[in-house]
């Protein structure tokens, strides 16, 4: 039968390594950080400097991590905050009800910014009402004023050649607006699979239900945050300046 106990080092025996060594040593383990600690200790880094948690959006900005790691690791920022103790025990009780939700606001395909444009419009009408249905033709002036008040958003998201004629707000252009939305980011977003959202006879709504307004507020803030953080991602990417 094999001996099973641990080897131990004799005694008079020892291993001395130089200072320099020591150091090289230490410096690879900082840099050999598991990536979840590396995203944490940034995220502390921003949390001392503001005196509180960040908004994602401001951790994206101020963060030496690249945000986008945050959801790669966590399936959402608020997952991260989860998984770091940061939230109360009733901000953690939403978040393991509403972790399908906040992963498919945080994941859903941005070939273009026009699905967060929808959702931004739910969240403008505030914590009461943003989780109500909605429909294409209601919120096509505020798609369309979004993407032309800001010159680098009509670049950007309103410049194909079938847009340009677009850019002047009248009857036609109301019209073609709803269009758009109905086949585009309403219909393209329910469609996915595990899409939380619902487009049916011409109404959007979310596969959300919250058992209070306490929680509502606790959502309508985490999803607000998560879609101010994506718009800004998206429209800074590939603009000057």
């Known amino acids: 039968?094999?001996?099973?106990?641990?080897?131990?080092?004799?005694?008079?025996?020892?291993i001395h390594l130089e200072t320099r060594v020591v150091n090289l040593l230490q410096e690879l383990s900082r840099k050999r950080?598991?990536?979840?600690?590396?995203?944490?200790?940034?995220?502390?880094?921003?949390?001392r400097e503001l005196g509180r948690i960040?908004?994602?959006?401001?951790?994206h900005l101020m963060g030496r991590s690249k945000s986008i790691g945050y959801r790669n690791e966590f399936g959402s920022y608020v997952g991260f905050l989860y998984w770091a103790e940061l939230l109360s025990p009733a901000e953690g009780e939403v978040y393991v009800r509403h972790e399908a939700w906040l992963r498919d606001v945080e994941k859903t395909v941005m070939?273009?910014?026009y699905k967060m444009i929808v959702l931004l419009y739910m969240l403008e009408r505030g914590?009461?009402?943003?989780?109500?249905p909605i429909t294409p033709g209601e919120m096509a002036r505020f798609f369309h004023m979004y993407l032309t008040e800001k010159e680098y958003r009509k670049r950007k998201d309103f410049s194909d050649k079938d847009k340009?004629?677009?850019?002047?707000?009248?009857?036609r252009t109301a019209t073609r607006i709803e269009k758009l939305?109905?086949?585009?980011?309403?219909?393209?977003?329910?469609?996915?699979?595990?899409?939380?959202?619902?487009?049916?006879?011409?109404?959007?709504?979310?596969?959300?239900?919250?058992?209070?307004?306490?929680?509502?507020?606790v959502l309508y803030r985490w999803t607000k945050e998560i879609c101010l953080?994506?718009?800004h991602a998206y429209f800074e990417r590939g603009n000057p300046s």
């Open 33 to 47: 950080l598991p990536r979840r600690e590396k995203l944490h200790q940034d995220f502390l880094d921003v949390k």
């Open 111 to 113: 070939n273009k910014s």
């Open 181 to 217: 939305i109905n086949d585009m980011p309403m219909s393209m977003w329910s469609g996915a699979k595990g899409s939380m959202t619902r487009f049916e006879d011409g109404v959007f709504s979310l596969n959300v239900q919250v058992k209070d307004a306490e929680e509502q507020a």
């Open 164 to 171: 340009l004629a677009l850019w002047e707000w009248n009857e």
């Open 54 to 59: 960040p908004t994602y959006l401001e951790l």
């Open 127 to 132: 914590e009461a009402h943003w989780m109500d």
């Open 1 to 14: 039968m094999m001996d099973s106990a641990v080897p131990e080092v004799p005694a008079n025996c020892g």
């Open 229 to 231: 953080y994506r718009l």
